[in-house]
């Protein structure tokens, strides 16, 4: 599975993008994909995530309500929509897959995309 984010780009605080991570691949709707972030000077952590079926997800407390995973397994893509951006959410986003979960550990994901990034202004 080889995958690609894209996307990001400078919003003002208060704003909304909508992240999209393609897969390639047949095999994708047996993957479950998570989103993490890199901010400047940070370790990269999790964010959410979409277990294969779409019908599950999970967040990290800081984004809960904000942020909103979905998933088309026919078109091979993932959504991650943020609203309510704030300078904190300023980072690099990637979207990874793995066979099970979503789980929040980096060292679960098997694949991963090359990142986008986003700036939220104050």
């Known amino acids: 599975v080889q995958l690609q984010a894209s996307g990001g780009g400078l919003v003002q605080a208060g704003g909304s993008l909508r992240l999209s991570c393609e897969a390639s691949g047949r095999d994708f709707g047996n993957f479950a994909v998570g989103w993490f972030r890199r901010a400047p000077g940070e370790e990269r952590e999790f964010v959410g995530g979409?277990?294969?079926?779409?019908?599950?997800?999970n967040y990290v407390d800081t984004v809960a309500g904000r942020f909103a995973i979905s998933r088309h397994n026919t078109r091979n893509i993932v959504y991650l929509q943020m609203v309510s951006l704030n300078p904190q959410d300023t980072a690099i986003y990637y979207c990874?897959?793995?066979?099970?979960?979503?789980?929040?550990?980096?060292?679960?994901?098997?694949?991963w995309g090359q990142g986008t990034q986003v700036t939220v202004s104050s």
């Open positions: 990874a897959a793995e066979r099970r979960g979503p789980g929040t550990e980096r060292r679960n994901y098997t694949y």
């Open positions: 979409i277990d294969y079926t779409g019908h599950a997800t």
